[in-house]
């Protein structure tokens, strides 16, 4: 049975539950986007079955914000995945992408309960775009430019943490 998160925002305006397979937060995102909405070192997104969030409070100050992609560049535009946050506190919340309608990526850091499973190595990814002065974190890491062929549900069934 898969594990039932609980998170909010920084304020405690939102609040909202929703089941996971996937819930050690072992990827870390330090693109541009990740790391401009949830701060310098970047995020980490764990894996949820979007059919299961529920709302438990605050849904009226849930906004939207979908990221600018090549920015500045003749081939900007609008990313069709949608960055959900707090409007009173900017909380990242969840990240919800139509392309793959039955997941849904809640942010680690607005994870309450259960406490997360301190992951054995850390997969960084999107390198190309981190800047020198980001550090990353020290520990055993795998460091990816870009995306890994493993997605988070393959990575947590080959270390035998998938949730059925």
Known sequence: MPITLEGSCHCGTVRFTVESSTPVPYQLCVCSICRKVGGVGGSINLGAHSKTLIITQGKEHIGV???VMDRDTPKEHIAISE???CTKCSSMLWLYDKTWPELLHPFASAIDTPELEVPSELVVVKTNSKPNYVRLP???KTVFEDYPD???E?????HNKYVE
């Open 150 to 152: 493993d997605s988070i």
């Open 65 to 67: 914000y979908k990221a």
């Open 138 to 140: 020290v520990g055993k």
């Open 83 to 85: 960055r959900n946050f």
């Open 154 to 158: 393959n990575w947590h069934k080959r």
